[in-house]
Each structure stands twice: as structure tokens, then as C-alpha cells.
């Protein structure tokens, strides 16, 4: 009886928003997590703007972040050499001290190649900087078998490894270097606010099990539904919105 009693209980928007309003966040730990946030995601300007509006100081230099997108923009246009030069010029040891970054970043720069059509080039950085690696860690070799299998299709995009052809993957490697520049700095590697936002749906999804409730299907807006449309919407939000917060990118409204 009770348990049937608490899956089918309906909390109303008022009573939800007496709740809300019953935990106490503070402004200054609001602006410490979007500050977070900007600055590891790089976005230096943004950063620069909101310190001066809200008075809240960064914890590194924002002068450090410039050198951060230099890289990060280079591996995004498929420019890796460059990208490249730009660490070691930052400091060599990320990439002398990380054989998986190392290795990950020239596997992109194969992969560039091929989608240039430079295919000999391609063989031969493949036979002379690759393959070595893979001799020496086992675990590289899988990925590079999976690079080269491009070029036994005509239609490489559509072929089962055209992904590697995608956007995402220069972004995926971009994410991975910026990670070991942050470390190298002592700094946070991933933002709290992506973090938060998987709770919170996850959060949603258990509440889903036991009661009705104003629910969040925009993270966008952070806008409240009512029970009732909750009900109809709440399952595919869920989804939807965990899901956007997997690279970090989606914005919340706090």
C-alpha cells in the first residue's frame, strides 16, 4: 500500500518551488562554478568579461588560457603538426612524459593525411612513426589497424571506421591534449558544470521511479514542467539531456 502510495504521489509546483527555495547556494559559489567552467573550457574572453561584471577572480592567469585554444584550434582544423609545435614550445615534457597522448596525436595526423587523399604519405608516416610505437605498446596497434583500414574503402566516410573522419574525432583528440595541458599546469582537467548537469539528470531518472514532479527537460532554460507534462516528456528529455552534457559544451542557466 505504501509503495503504490509513493510511486503514484504528485508534488506540485508549489510545493517543489518551497523546496527549491529551502536550500541556500550562495552567489559566490555560483560564480565560482561558471568561472570554472571558462576558464577549462577556454573560452578567455567570456572569462575576462564575467570577472569584471561579477568581481570574481580567476585561479590561474587567463593569460595561460590563449596558449591553450592556440593548441586546442590547431588539432580542430586538423592542423597537428602545428599543434604539435605549439605543446612542445609550451613544454615538451606533456608529450615526452604521455606516450598515449603522443601516440594519439600522430594517429590524427595519419588520419588527416588520408583524408587529404595523400595516401602514400600516409603509408609512409604510418610504416616510419606508427608502427614502432605499436611494436612497443601492443594496445596502439588495434587503433592503428583501424586508421589504415580507411583506405580499403572507396567511400571511407561511409565504411564501419568512417568515424574517424568525423568532427568529433579531432575534437576527441583536441579534448585529450587539453586535459594534459591543464594537468601539467596543476589545474582542474574537466569543468564542475557538465558534472552537475549528469547529476542532475541522473538524479531525475530515480525521482522518475516514485513520484510526479516539476521536472528540468531543458537544461538549456532550467525551465520547470509541470507535473502532467512531465509525465509525457520527462523519459525522452532524460536522455536528450544527459547526453548533451557529454562534452561539456551545453550551458545552464543558474
Avoid at 233 to 252: I, K
Wanted: proline letters at 4%; hydrophobic letters at 40%.
Amino acid at each position: 500500500m505504501d509503495s503504490t502510495s509513493a510511486a503514484t504521489k504528485t508534488i506540485t509546483r508549489a510545493e517543489w518551488q518551497t523546496m527549491l527555495d529551502s536550500v541556500s547556494v550562495s552567489k559566490s559559489s555560483l560564480n565560482r562554478l561558471v568561472m570554472n567552467y571558462l576558464v577549462i573550457e577556454g573560452y578567455k574572453d567570456a572569462a575576462e568579461r564575467f570577472a569584471s561584471e561579477c568581481g570574481e577572480t580567476p585561479t590561474v592567469d587567463l593569460s595561460s588560457i590563449e596558449d591553450r585554444m592556440c593548441i586546442r584550434t590547431a588539432v580542430q582544423r586538423g592542423a597537428i603538426e602545428e599543434a604539435i609545435e605549439l605543446v612542445n614550445d609550451l613544454n615538451p615534457d606533456i608529450l615526452d612524459t604521455n606516450p598515449k597522448l603522443c601516440f594519439q596525436l600522430q594517429l590524427q595526423r595519419l588520419i588527416e593525411l588520408i583524408r587529404a587523399g595523400q595516401i602514400d604519405e600516409a603509408l609512409a608516416f604510418a610504416q616510419s612513426e606508427l608502427a614502432p610505437r605499436g611494436e612497443e605498446q601492443p594496445q596502439f596497434l588495434e587503433e592503428l589497424e583501424k586508421a589504415l583500414a580507411l583506405l580499403a574503402f572507396d567511400n571511407q566516410r561511409t565504411s564501419p571506421v568512417g568515424h574517424l573522419l568525423d568532427l568529433a574525432q579531432r575534437q576527441k583528440t583536441a579534448s585529450a591534449l587539453n586535459a594534459a595541458i591543464l594537468a601539467s599546469q596543476n589545474q582542474e582537467r574537466d569543468p564542475k558544470l557538465p558534472s552537475l548537469l549528469k547529476m542532475l539528470a541522473w538524479a531525475q531518472t530515480q525521482l522518475d521511479d516514485r513520484t510526479k514532479y516539476p521536472r528540468i527537460n531543458d537544461v538549456v532554460t532550467g525551465a520547470l514542467q509541470d507535473p502532467e507534462e512531465s509525465a509525457t516528456s520527462g523519459s525522452s528529455a532524460s536522455g536528450s539531456g544527459a547526453a548533451g552534457t557529454s562534452n561539456g559544451s551545453v550551458p545552464m542557466r543558474i
